[in-house]
């Protein structure tokens, strides 16, 4: 009868383990951004898993991004709200006995079992967005609120990576892990080839926070605090003309006793392109098992690159220039926390090879075939991220001479306003998929 059981319980969990990895939702994610879908059935499908804590803040991060390049900026909003509702009480909060229980729990099945936790550089992302949505429904009040939450958030980056970099560390000190740290620098040996094409940085934030705060609070007539936040970015770019002359703009404005009367200008910014996505690789290691040498295998996610859009865009002589990497950004990160999960991996792979090898010697047949293909369902990586963040971002200031028009890097025509306000500062984002995709713009003056 136990074993039985024992069998039954096996099928059972292979059939709730049948679980994917995430990608076939991430395309339907991309594909709906590409196609510019706002169909209400979308929504109304994403809403039901939010309505039901269905993972919330991966439906949420996407979901709410669509919804902004739809123009719903209060759904997306609402959206946001809740899933950054989820990063406080399922992830900030979290007490460590659960957070112990989730560990284990996807340690012996997979990550995909347990609901997406998110990145640093996502939560950023989403005050960010929430920020430039009250923008555009004419909130500054509420937008100021989450400009200062993404700020704050990319403050407390740094301190949070040196910690995570020290319990690392910490974690491969210690004793009996000598075979497991062996895996571990060859994995990370094999991903050095698989992220070749991606960098990081030493520091941990993304300036595409900071200089979209300083736009902010440059409309927001807060000139000061406008100066010092741009002062960030100048800095890292400080040999770059076009910075030098938005720097300049911006103290001009910080000193003056009479800013109303300075010639105003149009902060223009695009987002090009598809930041880094997630594909699947599989990994094999070797270890001993009553003397007896054994291969177990396992999948982790790596960094795949996406395409770009115009390699820039521009207005009259003027070319925009790049103010961040987000493949860059998301790199860092990723690196950061790629040690822990090769070595979460490996203990999961080997755990779960040493179950087969148990179930094989003490009862063969189905069970053995049944807890074998257990190991196979859940053997995947987990590739869920925030699909519609751009590759890069790009701006340029224009003089505000009551009209603008932005051209590709082949000359054609993306934009063009002859009605603008000479009197106001302004802030016109152009947003940009691909070459073929339809061109979002969003323009917002106080």
């Given at each position: 009868m136990s074993k039985l059981f024992l069998f039954c319980s096996v099928v059972f969990s292979l059939f709730f383990a049948a679980c994917a990895n995430y990608g076939s939702e991430n395309s339907l994610y991309t594909q709906t951004?590409?196609?510019?879908?706002?169909?209400?059935?979308?929504?109304?499908?994403?809403?039901?898993?939010?309505?039901?804590?269905?993972?919330?803040?991966?439906?949420?991060?996407?979901?709410?991004?669509?919804?902004?390049?739809?123009?719903?900026?209060?759904?997306?909003?609402?959206?946001?709200?809740?899933?950054?509702?989820?990063?406080?009480?399922?992830?900030?909060?979290?007490?460590g006995a659960s957070k112990l229980l989730k560990t284990i729990g996807t340690t012996l099945t997979s990550d995909t079992f347990a609901d997406y936790d998110g990145t640093l550089y996502e939560r950023i992302m989403l005050n960010v967005y929430k920020g430039l949505n009250f923008m555009s429904l004419g909130d500054f009040e509420n937008a100021r609120?989450?400009?200062?939450?993404?700020?704050?958030?990319?403050?407390?980056?740094?301190?949070?990576?040196?910690?995570?970099?020290?319990?690392?560390?910490k974690d491969f000190d210690k004793e009996n892990k000598k075979d497991i740290d062996s895996g571990v620098a060859n994995i990370s040996k094999q991903y050095d080839h698989l992220l070749k094409e991606f960098k990081s940085s030493e520091n941990f934030i993304n300036p595409y926070a900071s200089y979209m705060s300083a736009v902010f609070f440059f409309l927001e007539k807060d000139y000061d605090r406008a100066a010092d936040l741009f002062r960030e970015v100048a800095i890292v770019n400080s040999k770059n003309s076009e910075f030098k002359e938005e720097a300049e703009v911006f103290n001009r404005y910080a000193n003056s006793i009479s800013p109303q009367r300075l010639q105003k200008y149009i902060c223009v910014v695009y987002e090009n392109g598809l930041g880094a996505g997630l594909e699947e690789a599989k990994f094999s290691v070797p270890y001993f098992v009553d003397g007896n040498l054994v291969t177990t295998s396992f999948a982790l996610p790596v960094l795949k690159p996406r395409a770009s859009s115009f390699a820039y865009i521009q207005a009259g002589d003027k070319k925009s220039t790049q103010v961040a990497n987000f493949d860059d950004v998301i790199a860092t990160e990723f690196k950061i926390l790629l040690p822990g999960k090769i070595f979460k991996a490996i203990v999961s792979s080997i755990s779960k090879s040493a179950i087969n090898i148990s179930v094989a010697n003490n009862m063969g047949g189905w069970a053995a075939l049944a807890s074998s293909a257990l190991n196979s369902a859940t053997t995947v990586a987990d590739l869920r991220y925030w699909s519609s963040l751009p590759k890069n971002a790009q701006v340029l200031m224009l003089k505000n001479e009551g009209f603008i028009e932005l051209r590709d890097d082949l000359n054609n025509i993306l934009y063009k306003n002859e009605n603008i306000n000479k009197n106001e500062n302004a802030l016109l984002i152009l947003r940009s998929f691909s070459k073929n995709s339809k061109n979002l713009t969003y323009f917002i003056q106080k």
């Open positions: 951004l590409m196609s510019s879908s706002c169909s209400d059935s979308f929504f109304e499908k994403e809403q039901k898993k939010l309505d039901s804590s269905k993972d919330v803040i991966y439906v949420g991060l996407n979901t709410a991004s669509i919804a902004r390049y739809c123009d719903k900026f209060e759904l997306s909003n609402k959206i946001f709200d809740k899933t950054e509702e989820a990063y406080k009480f399922d992830v900030d909060l979290k007490d609120i989450e400009f200062n939450r993404a700020l704050y958030r990319q403050d407390r980056a740094k301190e949070y990576f040196s910690k995570q970099i020290a319990a690392l560390r």
